[in-house]
């Protein structure tokens, strides 16, 4: 089993940056594929980004491509992601996620644990 907690969250300015940051608990960190998502009042929970087990491969949703950076460190049990040029439409609690296995997605459905959430608001 894998404990996510997430952290980093905050208001910031239109333009500002964020980094987020989801430390999880286990020594099988490496064994995950590690998503964020995030979910805005009255709307679903959406695929923000992905990565796979080693952090060789990447995916972003089209909205946040060029703008965030997910990253981890496995030797840390960490896993990030960088806003960059923050818009007001990015105002959502962001949550982590852990996969099995090596190969990261953009489905909810397909995570297995899940952090608590932190909330990100950007102001215009």
């Known amino acids: 089993q894998v404990q996510l907690v997430e952290s980093g969250g905050g208001l910031v300015q239109a333009g500002g940056s964020l980094r987020l940051s989801c430390a999880a608990s286990?020594?099988?960190?490496?064994?995950?594929?590690m998503g964020w998502f995030r979910q805005a009042p009255g709307k679903e929970r959406e695929f923000v980004a992905s990565?796979?087990?080693?952090?060789?491969?990447?995916y972003y949703a089209d909205s946040v491509k060029g703008r965030f950076t997910i990253s981890r460190d496995n030797a840390k049990n960490t896993l990030y992601l960088q806003m960059n040029s923050l818009k007001p439409e990015d105002t959502a609690v962001y949550y982590c996620?852990?996969?099995?296995?090596?190969?990261?997605?953009?489905?909810?459905?397909?995570?297995?644990?899940w952090g608590q959430g932190t909330q990100v608001t950007v102001s215009s």
């Open positions: 990565i796979n087990w080693s952090g060789g491969r990447t």
């Open positions: 996620a852990a996969r099995r296995g090596y190969s990261g997605s953009y489905s909810l459905l397909e995570y297995d644990y």
């Open positions: 286990g020594r099988t960190f490496s064994s995950y594929a």
